[in-house]
């Protein structure tokens, strides 16, 4: 695992909570849910979800995914904000 200055990871925290922001507005705002699954050996296989049931079972999972995230991330970010706060003190 690669070490990083404690500066870059509150940057890398903050554009990751402005990215998920990002896809939590892009996602409440949709029509249709389209997802590209990978296979192992490359192959795409593109499938578009229109059907109301599985488009809102879908959507509220991504919103709730994102949600939990970007929770995730802010409370990264604060955290690091905290050891940084600490590390100047001393």
């Known amino acids: ?5 404690l500066d870059e990871a509150i940057k890398i ?6 990215e998920l922001n990002g896809y939590s507005k892009e996602i409440k705002n949709c029509k249709k849910v389209k997802v ?6 490359g192959t ?6 229109s ?7 879908l959507k ?13 991330a802010s409370e990264t970010e604060k955290e690091l ?3 940084k706060k600490r590390s100047v003190k001393k």
């Open 1 to 5: 695992m690669k070490k990083i200055e």
């Open 13 to 18: 925290t903050q554009k990751d909570i402005k």
């Open 36 to 41: 590209t699954i990978i296979k192992n050996d």
């Open 44 to 49: 795409k296989v593109p499938i578009l979800f």
């Open 51 to 57: 059907n109301k049931l599985l488009y809102d079972f």
């Open 60 to 72: 509220s999972g991504f919103e709730i995914s994102f949600k939990s995230m970007c929770e995730e």
């Open 81 to 83: 904000l905290r050891i």
